[in-house]
């Protein structure tokens, strides 16, 4: 999502003692009942109280999720929806997302902290702070950063579905990759891609807009990277496949624990191996190898 200076955003929060036994959990769960994704929820904890919000840039979009949890008398939670100036959202930003370990040998470092973070021995990718989403935070990127670490050495080149803000394609490049391809279906993605990549330094990665069911291309990968969410894994499975090297790697991530096992059943009709699976309180991801024949998992 590009911002210009007229751009509005609009945040949605909810606020509670965060002594209160489950609360973390039930007003995520609120926000996801209501028609949100969980990795577009994003939890904060200052002072005693806990927070969860999501970020809307079309106002009506946001009273719709807002109307449907008063509904539901939240009991001492308190329920906010305010719009954010583009220079407000950055600020909140500035102030929320710090620079902060994502994987061994790499940190995530704000665009803002460039010049006063300096570690000794780390890698560094540059993400911009005026972003909702893939700044490496949440549990779906952070597994899929981790286990292209762990395979590095093992692939040459990448192919990153859905690529979001661009950081696993980073990660992936900070690992390796000779040759690294980045696609998503949403043009906001990839122009933000592009200036994270930017920021980086990185201009090396094939960036283009497209829905990876009807990309045509006659090139596989060594390292197939696929955080989507469960039921488009599922649908495109085929595909995604079909993108992978016979004795290469695809690692899945963006699967919530409450379909992991629907996703594991459909990607176990493929031959591929199971190499590793990370799992966390509410996703999990897994790495896969190509066989040569059907194996399960």
């Not at 220079?87 to 710090?98: H, M, S």
């Not at 499975?237 to 079909?242: Q, T």
Request: glycine share 6%; with cysteine.
């Amino acid at each position: 999502m590009s911002l210009g200076k007229k751009t509005n955003i609009y945040e949605l929060v909810l606020v509670g003692d965060a002594d209160r036994p489950g609360l973390p959990e039930i007003m995520r769960g609120v926000l996801v009942n209501a028609g949100l994704q969980e990795k577009d929820v994003i939890e904060s904890r200052i002072d005693g109280r806990i927070s969860v919000s999501s970020y809307f840039n079309v106002k009506r979009n946001a009273q719709k999720i807002e109307a449907k949890i008063r509904a539901g008398r939240l009991n001492k939670v308190a329920v906010r929806l305010r719009r954010l100036e583009s220079r407000d959202w950055q600020n909140k930003w500035k102030e929320d997302f710090r620079p902060f370990r994502l994987t061994r040998r790499i940190d995530v470092v704000p665009t803002a902290y460039r010049h006063s973070y300096r570690p000794k021995g780390r890698k560094k990718i540059y993400i911009d702070t005026v972003l909702a989403f893939g700044t490496g935070l949440h549990e779906t990127t952070s597994f899929m950063a981790k286990l292209i670490e762990e395979t590095a050495g093992k692939f040459k080149n990448f192919l990153d579905v859905g690529t979001g803000s661009g950081i696993l394609s980073l990660v992936a490049a900070f690992n390796g990759a000779e040759a690294v391809w980045a696609i998503d279906i949403d043009k906001s993605c990839v122009e933000v891609a592009q200036e994270n990549f930017k920021a980086n330094a990185y201009s090396s990665a094939q960036l283009k807009v497209a829905d990876v069911g009807v990309w045509k291309t006659n090139q596989q990968f060594d390292f197939v990277a696929a955080n989507l969410i469960s039921d488009d894994l599922i649908r495109l499975k085929k595909k995604i496949f079909s993108l992978v090297k016979p004795g290469q790697y695809l690692a899945l991530s963006g699967i919530s624990l409450e379909n992991f096992s629907k996703v594991k059943k459909a990607f176990a009709a493929l031959p591929l191996r199971c190499v590793q699976i990370r799992q966390g309180s509410r996703w999990a991801a897994v790495l896969y190898q190509r066989t040569q024949r059907k194996t399960r998992t």
